[in-house]
């Protein structure tokens, strides 16, 4: 053990200073086993006070640090270096519910929580804290709000940006920043905690937030729904938009590769086949039979040309779970290219059928498994064959991105909706984003982290 | 005519550089008349690239840019110095609404629209913009993305900064950022565009925005409901919460100081006095009758000793108009000491009894005029009588205040909820925010504003 060791240990305890290859193991390779990198120690600090030390200590000793909560990023986001010079902080210790508001409709909460405990720590006080993906039971706050997570809810509740209303950041050189607050208005000054939030740990470490909470609904109707065209589905969202208004709290396209691929593993799941499937779920106060009832009144008026109204907490259970199944589905059919694109909802049709036509000029016969958050503009479009044999998959993976980066840029859209950039999409943020943009971002590095202590080789 | 007035007339046309003091007279003193400014000239630029040059140029000369929207400011954020050096640029020459996508939700429009137009543009193609303020007639979208406003409906809706998905700004030095985009999800770096949010024309001018637009309501159910405490408002707030969800958009209290000024000026106007009145309104799509039902339904269920159910949309104007009224009757009562403070809702009924008795121990009898949107924590909250004959009242200022935001801060609270800082409260920003985060906003000055070009004098 040497001297910096030592000290490191000196402020969180020997025990909590993890240097042994087979503890660092879980942490040194990302959730998609692109990245494995060789950490200086991983220390995990009980308390924002030994977070603090920690930095000071490091930015002395100009020690790099990479921030990790639950180590679920898709893209490489919180795995250090291959240096061996890198520290990771893992929050997994401070996971304390600090207080909840339920009059206030808020909840403050150490970095380390797991999604899933906020949203338990919410219900059990008749409150909802709403973001919903598919790592909740092991991401950490601190990590959703390093990528502004999106999830299953963005439609009605929006990204974790908008769920913050105060943060507390340990600063690269040690300095707290207590933006702790549970306002909801507040014009004093520059509201500097958005520029933590998808920020990917690169200006500074999150130790704690206040996030919004809302209402318990007490209703929920689901439908899966089939639609002809997705700008069928289009105008499904508008109307129902106009119908429930932020009643529509999920609307999720599925399309019929993507429908084909999860029958074919779970025979009898899907209850018929269309070119789009929308995953469709209203929420409410009051009475279940009501919003029941207006949901199938508002059914009754539609032309959809098939579809399931679950009638029961087990039908809805069933529906969702043809959700949740799809990556996995996905990925027992072989590997696929990627993609976590948003455009305006507006331009799904138009993006869906120019950039189709364009990868099938290029890969006659390309697979294209598409399904996502449409009614937020976020699809996950993933390619799953390209050529007979589908051997050359990945060596046709940077001609697959350029057509459709290309038409995602055309549409005004993003290369990356809400898995954020991390190591994995670095170099296509400096060819897609705009340079003046790109110019502010490397200045506010710049002013915060001028050692470049905070997760650095990502993006900034 | 000097060279440098010469230069600025190529740049806009001799007609739209204002010099004359007859027609600088609008825009050169605050809407409160507390600050009267001296201009260089007032410049009205007809598109972005005219913008574009005049920074430009300025930037070059070293002449300080004091951007104006609708000169409504309650601080005077846009209000020049008396130096004769600094350069108006106001918007209203730029009222283009860019383009609506009444698919995505979204509009991009000129940062000189008032916020009518928006709300106007919004409603022909059937859509909210749910933006709401008293002086929508004449405020611009500029002003109020720079002051990041909130009013009657960020309840429901959130203020400003949760309403803009994309902006376009001129930086100090003349570059163009163009971060309009209409995506509700985006993870590609820092989002830079929340910079210039509530930054009082500081860091650039904003030129054009894209913002968030809400399926149009068919329907409205609006009241106005007694009740004998806040504590009991904040329950009422809560319930109706539970059982309506984003249905409530409006939930304003109104204390009987208020209501009694109300009834004096305009007798017959106050269906009951009670300790609070509560304007709430619920609004949602389908049928106006449905919505008025539910609402019925629950009243039946509640405890309120008194109240009114508006049963036309004759009754609902006069409710409505019963709060827009408020800021008029007051005046009609002479000057006060007013303040735009917010805490957490859920600490409103006790901010309120210790902050009264605090003042009342201080100033015996005092008279405080408190109203406002209470859904969000946001009170205005004017002293009106401080000692007998009331001559001394703004000689008790300081005092009053320093009382009041003693109040506020042990309750975590803001002195500025939704008109910002400006000059009037610049000297109050920095004893009461922290210094790390003031220390952060002056470094992204400095970064982008290095030269003072941009509304200098404030509180960056």
């Given at each position: ?105 808020s909840i403050t909460v150490d970095a380390g ?85 998808g920020a990917e740990g690169q200006l500074g ?99 959809f040309h098939d579809g399931v109204l679950a ?150």
């Open positions: 053990m040497t001297d910096l060791h030592a000290r490191l240990a000196a402020i969180v305890g020997a025990a909590n200073l993890l240097t042994d290859p087979h503890d660092l193991a879980p942490a040194v390779t990302d959730m998609r086993g692109r990245y494995t990198g060789l950490p200086l120690a991983m220390a995990l600090p009980a308390s924002r006070d030994e977070v603090t030390a920690l930095v000071t200590l490091c930015a002395a000793e100009g020690i790099a640090i990479v921030p990790q909560g639950g180590n679920t990023s898709t893209c490489g986001a919180a795995t250090p270096d291959t240096s061996g010079r890198q520290l990771i902080i893992g929050l997994r210790r401070m996971q304390r519910v600090r207080h909840i508001d339920a009059a206030n409709l929580c797991t999604l899933a405990q906020v949203q338990q720590a919410a219900a059990s006080v008749g409150r909802l804290f709403p973001l919903s993906l598919a790592s909740e039971g092991s991401c950490q706050i601190g990590g959703n709000l390093s990528t502004n997570a999106g999830g299953l809810a963005v439609l009605r509740y929006g990204t974790m940006r908008e769920l913050t209303l105060g943060l507390e950041v340990v600063l690269p050189d040690g300095t707290l920043l207590d933006a702790l607050s549970a306002l909801r208005k507040d014009t004093t000054g520059l509201d500097v905690k958005q520029l933590f939030i470490l999150i130790t704690g937030a206040t996030l919004k909470l809302f209402a318990l609904p007490t209703a929920y109707s689901t439908a899966l729904l089939a639609v002809d065209s997705a700008e069928a589905a289009i105008a499904a969202l508008n109307a129902l938009q106009a119908r429930f208004g932020d009643r529509l709290t999920t609307f999720e396209m599925i399309s019929e590769p993507c429908q084909r691929i999860s029958e074919r593993h779970k025979p009898g799941c899907m209850p018929f086949f269309a070119p789009w499937a929308l995953l469709v779920e209203l929420s409410d106060g009051g009475e279940p039979a009501a919003l029941q009832a207006s949901f199938e009144q508002w059914l009754g008026g539609q032309d009638q029961s907490e087990t039908e809805r259970a069933s529906l969702w779970q043809l959700r949740e199944d799809i990556s996995d589905m996905q990925k027992r059919e072989g590997p696929s290219i990627k993609h976590d694109i948003g455009v305006p909802s507006s331009a799904i049709p138009a993006f869906l059928a120019s950039c189709g036509a364009a990868l099938d000029a290029a890969f006659p016969g390309v697979r294209i498994v598409a399904f996502g958050h449409a009614g937020d503009g976020n699809l996950h479009y993933n390619i799953s064959y390209t050529r007979p044999g589908n051997a050359e998959l990945f060596t046709d993976e940077d001609a697959v991105n350029a057509i459709v980066y290309e038409h995602v840029y055309r549409y005004r859209g993003t290369l990356a909706a809400e898995h954020g950039i991390g190591q994995l999409k670095a170099h296509w943020l400096s060819q897609y984003k705009d340079p003046v943009a790109l110019a502010i971002m490397r200045g506010i590095k710049q002013q915060l982290d001028p050692h470049s202590i905070m997760n650095p080789g990502r993006w900034l």
